[in-house]
């Protein structure tokens, strides 16, 4: 019997005896967070410095030192500089500034424009509907009770637009501040649709559902409305406020504070 070469075998890949090595995967904060913890700390020291804000001398000795501690504290201490900005908003505002050289504002920055042509259109609204025959002092009045056809439509327009222009004025003035703070980030665009649809609603609760009757109720005019239509637009953050506290006292009454939620 002939006995097999033993250079010739080969070991089995399979074979127990066979040790696989594998990668140790070190716990700890990864070399992409620190670069970009590194790239934040940096935008937000040329955002203080061009904007002449007032930072910490201690983030200087922190930052030498590399170490990822002090990369934190030294990241803390200029948000806190920085604030009301914060590090996604001047890493927008840097891209925004760097994608529009030579653009116009508009097309630079989508959300002005937009914002701009909504309060172009209800103002357009605005007048259309205010030089109606329909719409009127009586016509106003009559509310939405007593009102319909045509002149509902008409006078519920009107309402609409008095109380779109209202948010429109409120957030067209947040947009400029935010700018000039540079605190605007990308989600404020859902931000600020969300707010346009509870201000047109808001000033038509206030204009036609709480209204402010005095003892004769025509004295309700269409000034009057118009301005109840105006506040509930330009502050329908307060409106909110004020529906919740209701809400929240009359569940107070028939819900014992000890109760479990």
Excluded: W
């Amino acid at each position: 019997m002939t006995t097999p070469n033993t250079d010739t075998i080969k070991q089995n890949p399979k074979s127990p005896s066979t040790k696989t090595t594998t990668a140790k995967v070190s716990p700890g904060i990864s070399e992409d967070v620190i670069s970009e913890l590194s790239r934040e700390i940096n935008n937000m020291l040329s955002f203080a410095i061009f904007n002449g804000i007032t930072v910490n001398t201690e983030v200087n000795s922190l930052i030498q030192n590399s170490n990822v501690d002090d990369l934190i504290n030294a990241h803390n201490l200029l948000c806190k500089n920085v604030a009301p900005a914060t590090p996604k908003s001047i890493g927008y505002t840097q891209k925004l500034n760097k994608d529009g050289n030579g653009k116009s504002i508009f097309r630079k920055l989508p959300l002005l424009r937009n914002l701009v042509l909504l309060a172009l259109a209800f103002l357009v609204a605005y007048i259309a509907t205010g030089m109606s025959s329909e719409v009127n002092n009586d016509s106003l009045d009559e509310g939405m009770m007593n009102n319909s056809g045509i002149p509902l439509l008409l006078n519920i327009t009107y309402l609409s637009s008095v109380a779109g222009l209202g948010v429109l004025f409120f957030l067209l003035k947040e947009v400029s501040i935010s700018l000039k703070k540079g605190s605007l980030i990308p989600e404020n665009a859902i931000g600020y649709l969300s707010q346009i649809i509870l201000g047109i609603i808001s000033g038509l609760i206030m204009s036609e559902i709480i209204s402010f009757y005095t003892t004769d109720p025509k004295q309700i005019n269409l000034f009057n409305k118009s301005i109840l239509a105006l506040v509930g637009g330009f502050s329908s953050d307060a409106i909110f406020s004020i529906l919740q506290g209701i809400i929240d006292k009359i569940k107070g009454i028939f819900i014992s504070p000890n109760t479990i939620k």
